[in-house]
């Protein structure tokens, strides 16, 4: 297994870098602080401090999971800048905001274009950045919203105490941490990959579904909702998902991520 250098150690990038290893592989973790160090090389990680424009090499693969598209961006710039050589495979965590919202698209895959709202063409924009950096060896996951006990939309409907009001009818692209691990395990020891992965678990719930089922679950008064988007809910199609990175996704229903959720 060729050598991985995770950039962006977080709630994703750990679970990469343990897996890498389990495999039997070398993983490189790249913090911004030394405070998740001493658990990194518990777990067989070698930790590395700031960013890894020193030690990344043609041979290596490299992915990008640090927290927000505009500091992904920033990332591949200092890459760019520092005139690294592009690894053997590079992933990119994006999401799927991408997308917008696009009044005449109800079902989104790879080919669906990009929204025209303020928020996906800057998506599209560090999109393009990593495109211009990487070229056929870099892959873009758009992922949708992630969860875990600890983490995602029911945790944070459990913290505040309600969920943000918002239409009813928008749907929620979701995927399990562990699923999307998963993928990107599979993306780097693919002989092949797509360049482009919609990379969510549907079926995807609309607000309403998952709001209020959240809150009778947490005993939470109901979910208040804004006037309805104009278009029906969006549907994810995964098939190139499913058929190359993620045949069997360990939670395929949504409402695993209404699970262990009150705090």
């Not at 950039?7 to 998740?36: D, E, N, S, Y």
């Not at 809910?233 to 360990?250: F, G, H, M, S």
């Amino acid at each position: 297994m060729r050598r991985l250098i995770v950039w962006g150690a977080g709630t994703l990038g750990r679970r990469v870098a343990r897996q890498w290893v389990l495999a039997g592989g070398k993983a490189i973790a790249v913090t911004q602080t030394t405070h998740r160090h001493a658990d990194l090389v518990q777990h067989g990680i070698e930790p590395w401090l700031d960013s890894p424009e020193s030690i990344l090499t043609t041979e290596d693969m490299l992915l990008l999971a640090l927290p927000g598209h505009k500091t992904q961006q920033q990332a591949v710039e200092r890459l760019q800048q520092t005139g690294n050589s592009v690894p053997f495979r590079t992933v990119f965590i994006s999401v799927t905001g991408y997308y917008g919202v696009i009044p005449t698209e109800t079902v989104i895959n790879e080919k669906t274009p990009v929204g025209q709202d303020k928020r996906a063409l800057s998506i599209a924009n560090a999109e393009k950045q990593f495109v211009d950096w990487g070229g056929d060896r870099g892959v873009i996951m758009r992922a949708g919203g992630l969860y875990c006990p600890t983490r995602g939309p029911a945790h944070a409907i459990a913290k505040r105490g309600a969920p943000r009001p918002g239409p009813a009818n928008k749907t929620m692209a979701l995927i399990h941490y562990d699923d999307l691990a998963t993928v990107l395990i599979n993306a780097f020891q693919h002989d092949n990959p797509h360049s482009v992965y919609v990379t969510v678990t549907p079926p995807c719930p609309t607000r309403g579904e998952f709001f209020v089922e959240a809150c009778e679950q947490l005993a939470l008064p109901a979910p208040i909702f804004t006037d309805p988007l104009s278009n029906p809910p969006i549907q994810y199609d995964i098939t190139r998902l499913r058929q190359e990175l993620l045949p069997n996704p360990a939670y395929p229903d949504w409402r695993s991520a209404l699970g262990s959720s009150r705090i």
